[in-house]
């Protein structure tokens, strides 16, 4: 070999290696290792690779964003599942959509269907008007997205379980009525009329208004996204602009792509608990009990049969009653929703309430509207059944109180 050739080889070879450790220190830099207990993201164990292989298809269209030419729109709140509830995190509030109608004030509402209601889709492509609150809405829901993890396994707890919670009249006479949200299943879900007077038992979203990922997913399609499904064909638009046909024949997105993100939203794994074994999350947790915080925010509940293995029979550790709560004035929206009251909220699952800044550039929001940052105002903002049990925790000790928060944040 002659100089010259040593020569270019010694220069190629420490061109690479100079080119092996950019890389190496912008992979450092860039995507600094993320601990598995600081992430909402990630398949609950036990899936085969098949599931594995569904989990991440779903992964994929859960944070597929949209354009015109996909058929997002005419109207719309934001162009991808992941747009709003940003790495299966709550949403920011920059992202909250609202929902209106007009309140009769007898339990009973019109929907403003004619003027757009029940959802405000405040987008919309160009050339075609977004819609606006019209000045008849007395009743305007302001609600971030939800975290959207554990949801498979909160989905494959028995109604049973959920309904022994129940004290609609209070009559253990404790000050707290956990009501059941019950709802007529949408006709597109193609169900039989449900076991309680022909309806189901509601469980998710803010007001526990659907009864199943599937409704949850269509819907969020159809009315946060404008993007049809075979389950729902028809485009959502603005009704005083009239229909407007976007270039994307119906439907938009395939039975597929619903199944594998229904899929991947019933197996995301809820957060990994932290700092168990931490002195005041241990002394936190006896105190949330002791104060009974856990009347609402049962601590634990066993999932039934599921077809997929790896949710059949296991405990969940929800910290929710999946029960709707009169919380108060301050809280109230004046919004009616099912069984839902102008006061009444499902109680929140408890968990990643440690981490859920992560996805909200370093902030944390917390309540159906994130109107909060910080969590002892959360917690002071109960009100309603739950004003009795939050006077207790405010006439804690400071110690005791910061224990409580600790442990909120180990969830
Ligand atoms: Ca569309
Ligand atoms: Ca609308
Ligand atoms: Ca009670
Ligand atoms: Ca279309």
Same mark, same amino acid.
């Given at each position: 070999?002659?100089?010259?050739?040593?020569?270019?080889?010694?220069?190629?070879?420490?061109?690479?290696?100079?080119?092996?450790?950019?890389?190496?220190?912008?992979?450092?830099?860039?995507?600094?290792?993320?601990?598995?207990?600081?992430?909402?993201?990630?398949?609950?164990?036990?899936?085969?690779?098949?599931?594995?292989?569904?989990?991440?298809?779903?992964?994929?269209?859960?944070?597929?964003?949209?354009?015109?030419?996909?058929?997002?729109?005419?109207?719309?709140?934001?162009?991808?599942?992941?747009?709003?509830?940003?790495?299966?995190?709550?949403?920011?509030?920059?992202?909250?959509?609202?929902?209106?109608?007009?309140?009769?004030?007898?339990?009973?509402?019109?929907?403003?269907?004619?003027?757009?209601?029940?959802?405000?889709?405040?987008?919309?492509?160009?050339?075609?008007?977004?819609?606006?609150?019209?000045?008849?809405?007395?009743?305007?829901?302001?609600?971030?997205?939800?975290?959207?993890?554990?949801?498979?396994?909160?989905?494959?707890?028995?109604?049973?379980?959920i309904?022994a919670y129940a004290d609609p009249?209070d009559?253990n006479?404790d000050g707290i009525s956990g009501k059941p949200q019950?709802?007529?299943?949408?006709?597109?879900?193609?169900?039989?009329?449900?076991?309680?007077?022909?309806?189901?038992?509601?469980?998710?979203?803010r007001?526990a208004?659907? %009864?199943?990922?599937?409704?949850?997913?269509?819907?969020?399609?159809?009315?946060?996204? @404008?993007? #049809?499904? +075979? =389950? /729902?064909?028809?485009?959502?638009?603005?009704?005083?602009?009239?229909?407007?046909?976007?270039?994307?024949?119906?439907?938009?997105?395939?039975?597929?792509?619903?199944?594998?993100?229904?899929?991947?939203?019933?197996?995301?794994?809820?957060?990994?608990?932290?700092?168990?074994?931490?002195?005041?999350?241990?002394?936190?947790?006896?105190?949330f009990n002791?104060i009974g915080c856990n009347r609402c925010h049962v601590p634990s509940m066993?999932?039934?049969?599921?077809?997929?293995?790896?949710?059949?029979?296991?405990?969940?550790?929800l910290y929710s009653d999946m029960l709707l709560h009169d919380m108060g004035?301050?809280l109230?929206?004046?919004?009616?929703?099912?069984?839902a009251?102008?006061r009444e909220w499902r109680t929140t699952p408890l968990?990643?309430?440690? %981490?859920?800044?992560?996805?909200?550039?370093?902030?944390?929001?917390?309540m159906h509207? @994130?109107? #909060?940052? +910080? =969590? /002892?105002?959360a917690i002071?903002l109960h009100g309603g059944e739950a004003e009795a049990i939050k006077?207790a925790f405010?006439?804690?000790?400071?110690?005791?109180?910061?224990?409580v928060?600790?442990?909120l944040?180990?969830?």
């Open positions: 070999m002659s100089k010259k050739y040593i020569y270019n080889y010694l220069v190629i070879f420490s061109l690479s290696l100079a080119l092996v450790a950019v890389f190496h220190s912008c992979d450092f830099f860039l995507t600094p290792p993320v601990a598995d207990d600081e992430t909402l993201d990630g398949p609950i164990e036990g899936l085969t690779s098949d599931q594995l292989r569904m989990f991440f298809l779903g992964d994929e269209q859960f944070n597929k964003v949209f354009s015109f030419n996909e058929g997002l729109g005419p109207i719309f709140n934001n162009t991808a599942c992941g747009s709003c509830h940003v790495d299966d995190g709550k949403s920011h509030p920059s992202a909250n959509l609202k929902r209106f109608q007009k309140n009769l004030g007898n339990g009973t509402y019109d929907p403003l269907t004619e003027l757009g209601g029940l959802q405000l889709q405040d987008k919309s492509i160009p050339g075609y008007p977004a819609e606006t609150i019209p000045p008849e809405a007395n009743a305007i829901s302001v609600r971030s997205g939800p975290i959207v993890v554990g949801l498979g396994l909160i989905e494959a707890i028995s109604d049973s379980t309904l009249n009559q006479n019950l709802i007529s299943a949408p006709s597109f879900l193609n169900l039989p009329p449900g076991p309680y007077g022909g309806k189901y038992l509601g469980r998710f979203g007001k208004g659907a %009864i199943n990922l599937l409704q949850q997913t269509v819907e969020a399609y159809h009315q946060d996204i @404008g993007i #049809t499904t +075979d =389950l /729902i064909p028809s485009e959502n638009y603005n009704p005083l602009a009239g229909g407007y046909i976007d270039p994307v024949p119906d439907p938009e997105v395939t039975s597929n792509t619903v199944q594998f993100v229904v899929f991947y939203l019933k197996t995301l794994k809820p957060p990994i608990r932290r700092m168990q074994n931490d002195l005041k999350v241990i002394a936190g947790n006896t105190k002791e066993q999932t039934g049969y599921s077809p997929i293995n790896a949710l059949s029979y296991k405990q969940v550790n004035d301050e109230a929206d004046n919004f009616i929703e099912g069984k009251n102008e968990w990643g309430l440690g %981490i859920i800044h992560n996805a909200t550039g370093g902030m944390p929001f917390y509207d @994130g109107r #909060t940052s +910080d =969590l /002892i105002e002071r006077q405010m006439n804690l000790g400071e110690t005791d109180r910061q224990n928060i600790a442990f944040k180990s969830l």
